[in-house]
Structure formats: structure tokens, C-alpha cells
């Protein structure tokens, strides 16, 4: 599980263009974002997500609470986090449904979800342009409901989590 932040100014991403030339790319300087919540399960890429206007332990008790309420009758999450401040805050409210394990410090490498953001910036989210909040809003759903449970079996791989997968 992590978050991120998506918006204007926006990102910038290498295109193709013949040799010699140079591609134009769009870049804004306007200030507003999105933050998408969301945790994945690699080994079947089932996943949820939360788009929210700001990041801070009110959003991520009620992201918990969205995650508790997926869970099948007498299933039980692991959910592997970063040491952010809302994670860890006194405030935080996780169910008895789910167990947090925190990661070390300075490892985001070790958070299967860190490379499903690149993915989507990459692919979705980059060299854009957008009019306002809701056009951010709207271009997050889009760019989630793109991704399917297998490609998020494959972007969120890990064997350290999935060890069927080393070969």
C-alpha cells in the first residue's frame, strides 16, 4: 500500500521522435493535485484504490476502512508501509482485519506498489495537460480502471512476497 501525487505541473516523460528533431511536450504552471491511495495483492492483483484531495491520517483511516470492507468473511491483510507520519500517527485506526508492517527506512525499492506509480505516470498520467481538479480526478479513474489484475500482478511483482515467482 502507498500513495501518490499526481497533477499539474505535471511529468515529464522521454516520446519517440525521428533523430535531429525536437519533440514538444506540454508543461504547466499551475499548482493542484490528486492523491491516489492504493493497495495491491501481487500475487493476484486484486487491488483498491482512493482518489483524495489531500494526504493525512483522515484519508488513510477511511482508505483502511474501504480495504477492511473488500476483505472476504475471515480474511486477513497484511499491509506493507513506508514510515510516513499518517501511517503511524495516533490517530490511525486500523481494523482488526489488517496488520501493518512497516518497512525500513529509506526502502522504497522494498514496496511492490512504488513501481505500479511509475507505470501509470508513465503510461497514463505524463505529458498531459489538465483544465482543472476534475479533469485531474477524472484522468486518475481513467488511468486506474486501464489496469487489469494480471498487469498488476506483473508490474507489482516481488519474490520476496511471491516466492513462485524466482527462477
Not at 499551475?30 to 486484486?46: D, K
Not at 510516513?84 to 500517527?89: C, M, Q, S, T
Request: charged content about 20%; overall charge neutral.
Amino acid at each position: 500500500m502507498d500513495e501518490a501525487r499526481f497533477g499539474q505541473p505535471g511529468t515529464l516523460t522521454r516520446v519517440w521522435a525521428r533523430t535531429g528533431t525536437r519533440p514538444a511536450a506540454v508543461k504547466q504552471t499551475r499548482y493542484e493535485w490528486v492523491y491516489l491511495y492504493a493497495a495491491v495483492e501481487p500475487a493476484t492483483g486484486a487491488s483498491v484504490a482512493l482518489q483524495a484531495p489531500c494526504i493525512n491520517t483522515g484519508t488513510m483511516n477511511v482508505f483502511l476502512k474501504m480495504l477492511a470492507a473488500e476483505l472476504a468473511p475471515r480474511e486477513h491483510a497484511v499491509l506493507i508501509l513506508d514510515q510516513a507520519g499518517w501511517h503511524k500517527a495516533r490517530k490511525l485506526q486500523v481494523p482488526d482485519t489488517i496488520t501493518v508492517l512497516y518497512l525500513p527506512p529509506y526502502s522504497p525499492e522494498l514496496n511492490p506498489v512504488e513501481r505500479l506509480w511509475a507505470y501509470l505516470r508513465s503510461h497514463y498520467l505524463s505529458n498531459r495537460a489538465y483544465d482543472g481538479y476534475q479533469h485531474l480526478l477524472d484522468a486518475g479513474a481513467q488511468a486506474w480502471q486501464q489496469l487489469t489484475a494480471e498487469l498488476l500482478k506483473s508490474v507489482c511483482a516481488c519474490t520476496y512476497l511471491t516466492p513462485e515467482l524466482e527462477r
